[in-house]
Every structure is written in C-alpha cells, then in structure tokens.
C-alpha cells in the first residue's frame, strides 16, 4: 500500500505525460531571508502555477500563505532541512521539520538538503538516513538535494563530485536527486549513468542571460535529465510566469532554446 501512495504522490509533482518535473523552490527565506521574488508568496506562486511549474518547494511555516488558493493547481515539497548564512556553518543543514508535520501539512513530497564535503557531513548523512527509511515507511516521495560543498571540494561543479552526490543521493534512497549542472551534455551524462533514479538539475545563483539558464536546461534534458528545479533563476526573472513557460517547453516539449527564448518575448 505505501508504494500506491508514493506513486499516487509523485504523480502530483509531475508530469504524468512525460514523466519529467518543473520545480520552482522557494525555501529561500530561511537561509537569506525575504529576497526579492518571494516577499510575496501567493503572487510568486500563482506566477510559476501559472506557468506551468509542477512544483513548488517550501518551508512549512509558509504553506498557508502561497500555495493554495485560485488558479491551477501544483504541487507541494515541503523541504525539512535548514541553515542560515548568518550561521558561522552555513553549509551544515539541520532537519527542521518531521515527516509526520509534512504530511498533516498536504505535502505531495518532502525534501532533504546534504552537503557532502562539509565538516559536519556525518550528521547529514544521518539525518538522511533517517528520513529515508521514514518516507519509505510512509510512501512519501525524497527529494534529495545533494551538493558537493565543503573543505574538501575544489569545484563544486566538477563531474567527479557531483556524480559522487547523485550516487549517494540514489544509494540513500532518495525517489529524485537534485545535484548542481556540470556544465555540459558530455560531462552530465557521466552523472545520469551512474545514478538509478532520476535527476534534476539545481538552478544555482542569479544568472544576468536568459539564454544561460535555458541553455543549462537544455544540456541537463539533452544528457537525460529528469527535469529542473530552479528558484531564483524564475521567481527573481522579471516575468516569472514567462520563465516557468519557457523552462517548461524545454523539459516537457523538448523546444530548443531559440524556441524558449520567443517565449520571453
């Protein structure tokens, strides 16, 4: 019965069509604090709803504040790992809500922060541990986004630990992995191959071209993405809803980048 419920939630947070996921975190107000894009909540949400996202990532003290109400429906991740950048341990994510809150909150998923590399990688990886088998307990999907980040690393981005974090991610049960993009189809292929289950790509920090982000989409699909989860790149975008459309066209209709862009127009 919970693998009935884990499927009947994941179709929730994607495309049942193509099998492929648009998602739009906004969990950024507790690491940075209330950034431009989503000061409001509601608006920010019926932006990418609009545009077609098939999922939004939240914190749970903000559920109520954006993600119900009129106009199309969209998923809800509810993310349970925190940190801030006021911390002296920024890259250190503690878990900061249970499964059990997430789903009296309506969640169709929950997510789960890890930085491998960091100092305090140990108690990540356990906390990890422990909402894998719960999730699995209960039939809720993990999204697990995993990011190379810490003492040990010396690019973030570079293939041989961003497949080492979409392995881990897979291999601690995680049903979707988010990692960050390497930078090109060849290099990103390596990370799909050596990861069983699908993978998202992370959307990283503002980008000033638009033609950047859709490029990076269009490289993650082309070497066998399962989709994009990208935060400031959409709700900071000077028209949201358009960037959702755009991102989405690539991920679902497999729309060049020419093509995306004259959405933006």
């Not at 954006?66 to 993310?79: E, F, S, Y």
């Amino acid at each position: 019965m919970t693998m009935v419920g884990k499927q009947i939630r994941l179709e929730r947070i994607k495309n049942r069509d193509t099998g492929k996921m648009v998602i739009v975190p906004m969990d950024h107000g507790i690491s940075v604090g209330p950034i431009e894009g989503i000061i409001d909540m509601k608006k920010a949400v019926a932006a990418v709803a609009r545009g077609g996202a098939n999922a939004v990532v939240e914190h749970k003290g903000l559920v109520g504040a954006g993600h119900r109400g009129k106009g199309p429906d969209i998923g809800l991740i509810l993310h349970l790992s925190a940190s801030t950048t006021l911390s002296p341990y920024p890259n250190a994510k503690t878990i900061v809500c249970s499964l059990e809150e997430a789903m009296k909150l309506g969640a169709d998923a929950v997510s789960i922060h890890v930085n491998i590399g960091d100092g305090q990688e140990k108690e990540m990886l356990r906390d990890f541990g422990r909402i894998s088998y719960e999730a699995r307990n209960w039939g809720m999907p993990l999204l697990a986004m995993v990011y190379p980040r810490g003492e040990k690393i010396l690019n973030e981005y570079g293939v041989e630990y961003v497949k080492h974090a979409a392995r881990l991610g897979n291999e601690m049960g995680a049903d979707i992995v988010k990692v960050p993009y390497t930078g090109s189809p060849e290099t990103f292929r390596q990370v799909i191959e050596g990861c069983g289950v699908p993978v998202v790509i992370a959307g990283g920090a503002k980008m000033d071209s638009d033609r950047d982000i859709l490029e990076m989409v269009k490289g993650a699909m082309d070497a066998g993405g399962a989709g994009a989860s990208i935060g400031r790149n959409v709700f900071q975008h000077k028209d949201p809803e358009k960037m959702t459309r755009a991102i989405a066209a690539i991920v679902h209709q497999n729309v060049s980048v020419d093509q995306a862009l004259a959405i933006l127009a």
